[in-house]
């Protein structure tokens, strides 16, 4: 397939950002980010990271949510880009709102990135996730 629109976005996840168990165990607290992810026309997407961190990315089909963080969910992946990065390509759906989650394999790790959204047409990419300040 052949990908011919980039749509990028760049963030940071730092100590404000909020927290949640990743790993579902009880044992792991990892920062994140939410955007929402959505497409005007159907077909398939490609949406990977690029950071220096190792970044995980999740996307869910509606809403993440913290507390049941397998409900919706419809991808995930940890390093299929290579270099300890996300990345999946999937059919997506005009008119759906998806949620991408973007978090790290290791707990309370912090950084920048950029995650790249490459299709046939524009990918619409808002954050969501709302970041706390330090005072």
Partial sequence: MIYMINTTVSSELTVNNPIY?????GNSSCYYDTFDLSVSIA?????????????????????????????????SDDDSSGGAQFGFALSLQPHAIYTLLVTT????????????????QRVTLTRTSIVGTTP
């Fill in 21 to 25: 168990d990743r790993r579902g165990d």
């Fill in 43 to 75: 077909g398939t997407y490609r949406i990977g990271s690029k950071s220096a961190m190792d970044t995980y990315g999740y996307l869910y089909n509606g809403s993440f949510i913290p507390n049941h963080p397998n409900l919706n969910l419809i991808a």
């Fill in 105 to 120: 394999f290791s707990d309370f790790e912090t950084g920048p990135y950029t995650v790249i959204a490459s299709g046939l």
